[in-house]
């Protein structure tokens, strides 16, 4: 009747169906938690997809004069992202946050490491002189070169068809 549980740990089967019931109780109150304040839900979405989408466009592009408007496209399409967003984290969020509470939950508490005493810092930089010149024969450069414009071609490209599907998405879910 008992099940192995953890390194150290039994648990009887009435102990398992209470610890089942009560993660689908946990569950139960997160699903309320989430149909119930849907507003504060909304305003936190809101809030990281203003962090998510200016973050994003700084990180990966790297031309000034595109970031202004490309920042302007992504607030016109913050509603369909709320949207979407909101109907998957009502869907799943409640699951994965019970599941991770869960997880933290049965975790075996950590023995704490022991302090190591002698530490050496290793270098692991080699300083410029260290280094041997490394010539590239001049066909091998070109190609190089020619394969670094083509990634940044293809994540511009790759950026804008984002940007159009949500403008274009925004436009026909709005009109």
Do not use: H
């Amino acid at each position: 009747m008992y099940r192995k549980r953890g390194p150290n740990g039994l648990l009887s089967a009435e102990e398992e169906n209470l610890e089942s019931e009560r993660v689908k109780d946990v569950k139960l109150i997160l699903d309320n938690l989430f149909q119930r304040e849907e507003t504060t839900v909304k305003m936190v979405l809101d809030c990281l997809y203003d962090i998510g989408s200016v973050r994003l466009i700084n990180r990966k592009i790297s031309a000034q004069s595109l970031r202004g408007p490309l920042k302007a496209i992504a607030r016109m399409s913050k509603p369909a992202f709320r949207l979407f967003a909101l109907r998957r984290l009502q869907r799943q969020a409640p699951q994965l946050i019970t599941d991770w509470l869960y997880s933290q939950a049965a975790k075996a508490p950590r023995d704490p490491a022991p302090p190591e005493e002698d530490i050496t810092l290793i270098d692991v930089v080699p300083t410029p002189a260290e280094l041997p010149p490394a010539k590239l024969p001049p066909l091998v450069e070109i190609q190089a070169a020619e394969i670094n414009s083509l990634r940044g071609r293809i994540s511009r490209l790759t950026i804008l068809l984002v940007a159009v599907l949500l403008v274009t998405g925004s436009l026909i879910m709005f009109s």
